[in-house]
């Protein structure tokens, strides 16, 4: 696992936001909710993805996992056209979701240090690590949200993760 530094530009997402621990209730209802929309919209145009963070002064994998906030994020297949949101939540409302939560979100995240985790969550920190050491060697600070894009299904035998961590010049 060897980081990188990447530049990503602007991006548009299908955007639930919540506060709860990874894979509980409330985690799950924003994926619903995002795929229910996404749907009516021709579906997925990639994987789901997650901003993470806490408000807390403590290290995020020192907080405890009921706390941590999130951005859920869905690329949706095509550009979003005006009031393509609101009908695809209509078409969508009989499944039973929250599809009054998704909104779309445009962000720009600019430079990035990026690897691939390979394995479960929780061994996520090793990975993180590893990017915390190639920032310092490179005078790199971190510059926005925590970003995930889960490559493989959350109950994957060997999960597939990139995390990407926007980041800015120290000092």
């Given at each position: 696992?060897?980081?990188?530094l990447?530049?990503?530009g602007?991006?548009?997402?299908?955007?639930?936001?919540?506060?709860g621990?990874?894979?509980?209730?409330?985690?799950?209802?924003?994926?619903?909710?995002?795929?229910?929309?996404?749907g009516?919209?021709?579906?997925?145009?990639?994987?789901?993805?997650?901003?993470?963070?806490?408000?807390?002064?403590?290290?995020?994998?020192?907080?405890?996992?009921?706390?941590?906030?999130?951005?859920?994020?869905?690329?949706p297949?095509?550009?979003?056209?005006?009031?393509?949101?609101?009908?695809?939540?209509?078409?969508?409302?009989?499944?039973?979701?929250?599809?009054?939560?998704?909104?779309?979100?445009?962000?720009?995240?600019?430079?990035?240090?990026?690897?691939?985790?390979?394995g479960?969550?929780?061994?996520?920190?090793?990975?993180?690590?590893?990017?915390?050491?190639?920032?310092?060697?490179?005078?790199?600070?971190?510059?926005?949200?925590?970003?995930?894009?889960?490559?493989?299904?959350?109950?994957?035998?060997?999960?597939?993760?990139?995390?990407?961590?926007?980041?800015?010049?120290?000092?």
């Amino acid at each position: 696992m060897i980081p990188e530094l990447v530049t990503h530009g602007a991006v548009t997402r299908l955007c639930v936001s919540g506060v709860g621990e990874p894979g509980g209730a409330e985690h799950g209802a924003a994926i619903r909710a995002l795929y229910a929309v996404a749907g009516p919209m021709g579906g997925p145009g990639g994987p789901l993805e997650g901003l993470w963070w806490v408000e807390d002064e403590r290290p995020g994998l020192e907080v405890e996992r009921e706390s941590w906030r999130w951005h859920l994020l869905l690329p949706p297949a095509g550009p979003v056209e005006a009031g393509a949101l609101e009908r695809a939540r209509e078409a969508a409302r009989g499944s039973g979701a929250a599809v009054d939560r998704v909104q779309v979100v445009t962000f720009t995240e600019g430079l990035c240090v990026e690897v691939v985790h390979e394995g479960p969550f929780s061994e996520e920190h090793v990975s993180l690590a590893v990017m915390e050491e190639f920032m310092a060697g490179k005078g790199l600070v971190p510059h926005g949200m925590h970003h995930e894009v889960y490559l493989t299904a959350f109950d994957a035998p060997l999960p597939r993760t990139v995390l990407r961590q926007p980041v800015r010049a120290a000092g």
